[in-house]
């Protein structure tokens, strides 16, 4: 089981979220202090973080020359409350000499098999990826 405790800061819409692993500061949108994460940004990390972790680790482990990596994750929202996402895009930017079948095997591995935010989050909307490799 994995639990978290969430704080209010007292100053505005601002909370602390803390993890055995460390904290994450949270805001509501438009938050003039501009001082944390929004929570639907936060998913959206969640995502991009566990299936990037996954991705660059499986390519490490298949000896890809990764020499850099990031991801951007867009999430589409509802017009109406509550603004939920109702489509996610997954785009993985890879830098170095990497073989294409490997990078689209390790994304696969990410996508279906490991990573459980996306496992979380599929059922619930559709998730679309695509990779740009640069030399």
């Given amino acids: 089981m994995a639990a978290i405790e969430v ?20 805001a509501a949108s438009g938050d003039e202090q501009g001082s944390g994460a929004t929570p639907m940004e936060a ?9 990037g972790m ?8 298949m000896r890809q020359p990764l020499a850099e990596f990031w991801l ?12 939920r996402f109702t489509a996610i895009e997954v785009v993985y930017h890879l830098k170095g000499h990497l073989d294409e079948t490997k990078v689209r095997r390790a994304i696969e591995l990410s996508e279906t098999k490991y990573c459980s935010v996306e496992a979380t989050l599929r059922p619930a909307l559709p998730i679309t990826s695509r990779y740009v490799i640069e030399s």
Avoid at 11 to 25: N, S, V
Avoid at 54 to 61: F, G, R, T
Avoid at 76 to 83: N, V
């Fill in 7 to 26: 704080r209010w800061r007292k100053d505005g819409l601002r909370f602390e979220g803390k993890t055995a692993h460390g904290t994450i500061d949270l």
């Fill in 54 to 61: 996954d991705v660059a680790s499986i390519l490490v482990k």
């Fill in 72 to 83: 951007e994750v867009n999430g589409q929202k509802a017009d109406e409350h509550p603004k």
């Fill in 43 to 51: 998913l959206l990390v969640a995502l991009g973080g566990c299936t």
